[in-house]
């Protein structure tokens, strides 16, 4: 079955840099759709970056020039790499993996915080 198993999440201080992994198994990685989304307590669960099969890439904008997103075909995995980050980037982040009919896989999730 298909698996997206999250990792690199944890405690930054404002201004720091992190980078979260999700490995997918139990599918053709390439022509598949990656995303990071995330969810702070009281919030819905919102859309962070996402990158087409084709490498094509959009950012929610509260993060656009802090946040990359990219990916890795031959390892079936998807990064972001987040800079400058804020304490209201604190969030439980989710790996997402929407397939070409439009059904999503989810990670587990793993917790950013950024605190001082």
């Known amino acids: 079955q298909v698996q997206l198993v999250e990792s690199g999440g944890g405690l930054v201080q404002p201004g720091g840099s992190l980078r979260l992994s999700c490995a997918a198994s139990?599918?053709?990685?390439?022509?598949?759709?990656m995303g990071w989304y995330r969810q702070a307590p009281g919030k819905e669960r919102e859309l962070v970056a996402r990158?087409?099969?084709?490498?094509?890439?959009n950012y929610a904008d509260s993060v656009k020039g802090r946040f990359t997103i990219s990916r890795d075909n031959a390892k079936n995995t998807v990064y972001l790499r987040m800079n400058g980050l804020k304490p209201e980037d604190t969030a439980v982040y989710y790996c997402?993996?929407?397939?070409?009919?439009?059904?999503?896989?989810w990670g587990q999730g793993t917790q950013v915080t950024v605190s001082s």
């Open positions: 139990g599918i053709i990685f390439s022509i598949n759709t």
């Open positions: 990158i087409t099969g084709g490498g094509r890439t």
């Open positions: 997402n993996l929407q397939t070409p009919g439009n059904y999503h896989y």
